[in-house]
């Protein structure tokens, strides 16, 4: 009789134990990770493979002495003799691998710096989208997230559907840098030409761009016509 209760007893208890350790030896799920769409960077450093644009084409802009103020929409850059290059700074690139030298990237190129939490970033992306599947590879279209949250910034990219190579800057130390120099407002969206050499052509602060105002920009400063 004092077995059988002893066993009764001890049944809920082997019972526990086995639940317990079942529920042990079970894989934990990875939580899920928002993977970008973008492109990767590593071709950024070199001219488009579609470009028959000479490195120094663009516009030649006027001394900023004589310029319009940032708040106007444009920023005023360094006659053609005169350098603009882009800040010498690495950053990642938002498919991972190696770091892109931002100061390298080389044209013709249009960087637009936006982030997840910007109205008018949102309206606008888009816009670069279709302008980078219109131009038959012909310039670089590059995103710039600046200040912002990685996984928001990713999960938005897919929503849109974009595809252009992005650089992620958490810290903004690019636009630091153009607003520093006196080329771009705190405020986003920026929008930034480069040409062959590496350097600015032209500083974009006027709101969201539309297909036609951003083809219009890009005919005007890197000497590229693209089809709307």
Do not use: Y
């Not at 350790?21 to 990767?40: K, R, S, Y």
């Not at 350097?199 to 036609?212: I, K, P, Q």
Request: net charge neutral.
């Amino acid at each position: 009789m004092n077995r059988r209760l002893s066993g009764l007893v001890l049944l809920p208890s082997l019972l526990l134990g086995a639940a317990c350790t079942n529920a042990a030896d079970q894989e934990t799920p990875e939580p899920t990770v928002v993977v970008a769409p973008f492109a990767e960077c590593s071709a950024l450093t070199t001219p488009p493979a579609g470009s028959t644009v000479p490195p120094s084409a663009g516009s030649a802009a006027s001394p900023v002495a004589g310029s319009a103020p940032p708040s106007a929409g444009s920023a005023a850059l360094p006659a053609s003799g005169s350098a603009t290059a882009l800040p010498d700074v690495r950053l990642p690139c938002s498919t991972g691998g190696t770091e892109v030298p931002v100061a390298a990237i080389r044209g013709p190129a249009v960087i637009n710096f936006w982030a997840s939490w910007c109205p008018p970033c949102r309206k606008e992306l888009p816009v670069f989208q279709r302008l980078a599947d219109r131009s038959d590879g012909r310039i670089h279209v590059i995103g710039m997230n600046t200040t912002d949250d990685r996984g928001t910034a990713a999960a938005l990219a897919k929503e849109l559907k974009l595809s252009f190579p992005n650089i992620f800057d958490q810290e903004g130390k690019v636009r630091l840098k153009l607003i520093q120099l006196e080329l771009a407002r705190a405020v986003l969206p920026i929008t930034v030409f480069v040409d062959g050499q590496g350097r600015v052509r032209h500083v974009d602060t006027s709101g969201a761009l539309d297909d036609a105002s951003l083809a219009e920009l890009v005919e005007r400063h890197l000497a590229v016509a693209v089809p709307l």
